[in-house]
Antibody, heavy 119, light 110 residues
Framework: EVQLVESGGGLVQPGGSLRLSCIAS????????MHWVRQVPGKGLEWVSG???????FYSNSVKGRFTVSRDNGRNSFHLQMNSLRDEDTAVYFC?????????????WGQGTLVTVSS | SSELTQDPAVSVALGQTVRITCQGD??????GSWYQQKPGQAPVLVIY?????PSGIPDRFSGSGSNPGNTASLTITGVQAEDEAEYYC???????????FGGGTKLTVL
């Protein structure tokens, strides 16, 4: 079964840091581009960051310079290091696999991990 | 523009047909995809590309898009009660480097 499982969410103060992880199983992880998408509770989906199978990274303007995405193909995992966190970063963070490179087609998604930035 | 625009809400009677649309510059270059999200759950891919359904998605879901053009549509034929959900479109933006999502359409089944 193709599956993604996120971890690492929690409560953090503004200006703090958090590292999210996504563990993949059931497919050849190192051949797929992977992404992070977030959702403020009650609001819509927002793409955050992506990392290609080759390790190239991309970020939304709202997180560029603060977040860093990386992958570890040997451990079938990828990560989102979030620094200088702001209140507006509070959201559920989903990881997702891009089914065809450069398509924007995401399947499957993880169950999500909640990040709360608050003092 | 790097945005995708969707109507915020649509309602349909049980058993009828509904079309949900998505408009944006990225769709003139890339085929988009559609996601169903129910409360408390992760999004689920229901349509991708010109009109492709992942395994397990009922054939009452179909997609279309104008190419060239900047509009994509999701059609649900014979709507069921379990189709009540939020639906999001997405695509690569016009540069290809970023991914953009529509604001979502809340589908209510009457």
């Amino acid at each position: 079964e193709v599956q993604l499982v996120e971890s690492g969410g929690g409560l953090v103060q503004p200006g703090g840091s958090l590292r999210l992880s996504c563990i993949a199983s059931g497919f050849n992880f190192n051949t797929y581009d992977m992404h992070w998408v977030r959702q403020v509770p009650g609001k819509g989906l927002e793409w955050v960051s992506g990392v290609t199978s080759a390790g190239d990274t991309f970020y939304s303007n709202s997180v560029k310079g603060r977040f860093t995405v990386s992958r570890d193909n040997g451990r079938n995992s990828f990560h989102l290091q979030m620094n200088s966190l702001r209140d507006e970063d509070t959201a559920v963070y989903f990881c997702a696999r891009e089914t065809v490179t450069m398509s924007g087609w995401f399947d499957p998604w993880g169950q999500g991990t909640l990040v709360t930035v608050s003092s | 523009s790097s945005e995708l625009t969707q109507d915020p809400a649509v309602s349909v009677a049980l058993g009828q047909t509904v079309r949900i649309t998505c408009q944006g510059d990225g769709l003139s270059k890339y085929f988009g995809s559609w996601y169903q999200q129910k409360p408390g759950q992760a999004p689920v891919l229901v349509i991708y590309g010109r009109n492709n359904r992942p395994s397990g998605i009922p054939d009452r879901f179909s997609g279309s898009g104008s190419n060239p053009g900047n509009t994509a549509s999701l059609t649900i034929t014979g709507v069921q009660a379990e189709d009540e959900a939020e639906y999001y479109c997405n695509s690569r933006d016009s540069t290809g480097d970023h991914v953009v999502f529509g604001g979502g359409t809340k589908l209510t089944v009457l």
